[in-house]
């Protein structure tokens, strides 16, 4: 990597895999935030569930009319909405990484030591060079996991958004049919 390419001053090795740490500290967050925006999904939806939920003995009583599909089109929103936050949130295998050469990052890579002191001594015979590259691999991994979450994140906010609106169609509709 370069300081400046027209001078040809280059950063020193142990400045770049900081860097690069620092990268992957910065897109690991970006997953872990989305972990916790779709566990607020999951609990704004279970929230909207249980305050319908003693609603629904008056639409088993009513007729086949407006309320029951209010109350069905309700359940489809909310339902979507939490399998699509499970779905943000559930690991899910990492094939870019498990299925390449060993790594010195990956705990699956790394567990296959059998013992610290086989870690270390991996460690400490690795290349600098190819730590980097491993390194890279994951920043790599890492933004497209994010990338992925967010998108699954975005269609569980917009079903979301559509379950509260038929959450407040059906309490209305209750309130309003007595």
């Known amino acids: 990597m ?26 690991q967050g970006l997953v872990q935030f989305a972990d916790g925006k779709a566990n607020g999904l999951l609990l704004i939806n279970s929230i909207f569930i249980a305050s319908v939920a003693p609603f629904i ?26 399998l699509l936050s499970l779905g943000v949130i559930m690991t899910r295998k990492v094939s870019e990484i498990e299925d390449r050469n060993k790594s010195l990052l990956f705990y699956g890579h790394i567990i296959e030591s059998n013992s610290p002191e086989g870690y270390i001594h991996e460690f ?44 407040i169609m059906t309490i209305a509709y209750v309130l309003l049919a007595k």
């Open 2 to 27: 370069w300081l400046d390419k027209r001078e040809r001053q280059e950063i020193p090795m142990k400045d770049e895999i900081r860097l690069i740490f620092d990268i992957l500290t910065y897109n």
């Open 57 to 82: 003995e008056v639409f088993r009583r009513g007729s086949l009319g407006v309320g029951l599909v209010l109350i069905l089109g309700f359940f489809f929103l909310s339902v979507t909405s939490i």
């Open 124 to 167: 400490s015979n690795a290349e600098a060079g190819k730590f980097r590259e491993s390194l890279l691999i994951n920043v790599f991994v890492v933004a497209r996991i994010a990338a992925r979450k967010y998108g699954m994140y975005n269609h569980a906010q917009t079903f979301t958004l559509l379950s509260c609106l038929s959450w």
